[in-house]
């Protein structure tokens, strides 16, 4: 998961224990950024707006499952965002770097969820409050407009939704809408800064490679 152009790039490779940074503009050598000490995994899901905070997920050695972290910059030590009994994964920062959408089991099944963030570490912990559920039967892959106002992910049934986001002094959202339908095995990439466009990772084939799909002109089937 990559940062500004500017700041380094986070990546996991073929050792799941090991997340490695590199300048995006490929200067320099990479840098190990972090590990796990007992042989658990790790994978970095998103820098913060500032690029000063890198959300992680990593197993926990204590609750087992999928927790989400926080790493601040520096070579700060490491702080939970969510640490639960369920599995938490796929976080995303706002893009005003308040709240970050993110991925439970928590209901029995994958939803998406919000919560405030926090660079205030004095409690130990880098959320705050209570997670607001987003989406309804389901969802994965969240990812947030540019403008922080609409919340798109995933759902079930392989269709893009999106959901209207209000956050004001109290976060509050609106109904979730669906987009388009997303080929099967479909892998969520990207989507532009104003929403349009959409980069997706689609299969083509049992013997093939899945290449990056653009999704153009979605609009234009919702005006009919």
Sequence with gaps: MSGRAAEPGAFRGFDSSFVHQKLASGEEREQELLRTDFGG???PTGWSPDGR???YAMSGANTFGSDLWVLPPEGGKPV???RTEFNEDQGAFSPNGRWIAYVSDQSGANEVYVREFTSD???GAA??????PI???GGTAPRWRGDGRELLYRAPDEKMMA????AGPEFSIGMPTDLFLTPSGTIVGDVTADGGRFLL???VGPSASAPFTVVLNWTTGLKK
Aim: aromatic content about 14%; charged content about 5%.
């Design 121 to 123: 570490f004095s409690s």
């Design 127 to 132: 959320g705050v409050g209570g997670s607001i």
């Design 80 to 82: 939970p965002f969510m």
């Design 163 to 166: 959901v209207e986001v209000m």
């Design 41 to 43: 995994f790790v994978a």
């Design 135 to 137: 989406s309804r039967g």
């Design 53 to 55: 905070f890198l959300l």
């Design 201 to 203: 990772a689609a299969p």
